[in-house]
């Protein structure tokens, strides 16, 4: 036999024992060791295959997969996978050891060719099923092909013939991984106590004599600026069910609840329940939303108003740095108190909204434009107009998160306020800052500022308004 065929084997028959061989286990029983000692032979007889091909080739032919041979597993060792795998398919087309067809696979596996490392390893195992290392490529390859069924059966298999711990540990975690990829049902809830300074609770002027048409009016202690403190509790959290294969048809449900309890003027209390579903249609790159609910309201210790509204929004990421979101709402508002009936209205709410996405979704910065058509049963409460938004959110450091948004808004209202003898135009500027720290996994701590100031060319209606609150609380 020609040297360089011997070198050839040597290698070969050697790196199928050191990378594909498994030790036996003591405790085998005489049938698995009748198996095993099949298995060996279908093995062994792959590669004398192999070796009678080489015995028919030339001594220059040998040579130069020899080389071929060298050369790919440099670049195979080197992780230059898509350099190496055309060498070894072409060593293969000519000649396939148990090695070549590792090789092959896992290169495959490394540069997108699943399909062709699937082929490989499910080959390699129809010869020698102990082989368990290449059993657990296999799994990884369903797995990234999003065949999860196959891949946990694999990874079953593996699992039943006592591998090391780590391995095991490894097994573990790709499970885990199927687990989270194949459930239906995803939750979430977060609930929050917190304490508020509000320096404005009823949103009344600074002033408490004003001039209006006629005259001179004079407010009373509960219609000027007042300040108080207040207990605020909030309780959110969602349900999502996917409702077939991933990217695609999905359920989701939310609720809220949010109150706010003064200390010392109770009639200002004010609470907020809401519950909204709807269908979710994801894809790779975008994402359509669907959600209708009801949100009912108290004010003081009354019953206000209850809401019905519906809130289509559709975002397309165009890639992982930039999207744009476009929302349209409908709602429909209908109060209690039949003496609050000229405010039951109708609202219309048009937005767009790109999104900039950086360092991982570490740093996310929306600037939003929108128009809102608000039309009430009095035209003195009946407006519209444009506002726009702008706002950045941070992930500082793990479990650190800052929130900061300003918005612009104008308001035109269709007819005159009580009391007044020009038509309503308001101006708002509004900023809002939330700091939160995370912390024992699932607690938190959060400081958050508001600030809104209301410019109106009906002085009863122009204000400014500051609160501080302070909250803590858990999320799952």
Known sequence: MPCGSILLVLITLLLAQSVLAQPPRPEASEAEAEIRSADEVDSKKTNQEAIEKLRRMNKEEIEALDQMLAKALVLYYDREFARALPIFKEIAGKVETMDIMFWVGTSAMNVGETRLAIRKFKKMLAIDPRLHRVRLELATAYFTMGHYDEARRELELVQAASPPQGVQKNIARLLAAIEERTKKVFWNLRLSEGYLWDDNINAGPDKNELAVLGGTLTLDKESTKLKDEATVTNAAGNVIYDMGEKNGLMWNTTASFYKLAYRDYSDFNYMAMDVTTGPWWARRSDILKAPFGYTRLKYGNKRLSYVCHVDPNYEYHFNQYFSLKGLYSYSTTHYYDSSNSALDSRKNRYELTPNIYLLNRKHIMSATAGYEDHHADADRFTYDGPYCALSYFAGLSPGTELFLRYQWTQRDYDDKPLLYDKLREDMRHSFTAVLSQGFLTYFFASYSFNY?????????????????????????
């Open 452 to 476: 809104t100031d209301n410019s109106s060319n009906c002085p009863l209606y122009d204000f400014d308004k500051r609160t501080h609150t302070i909250s803590a609380g858990c999320r799952f």
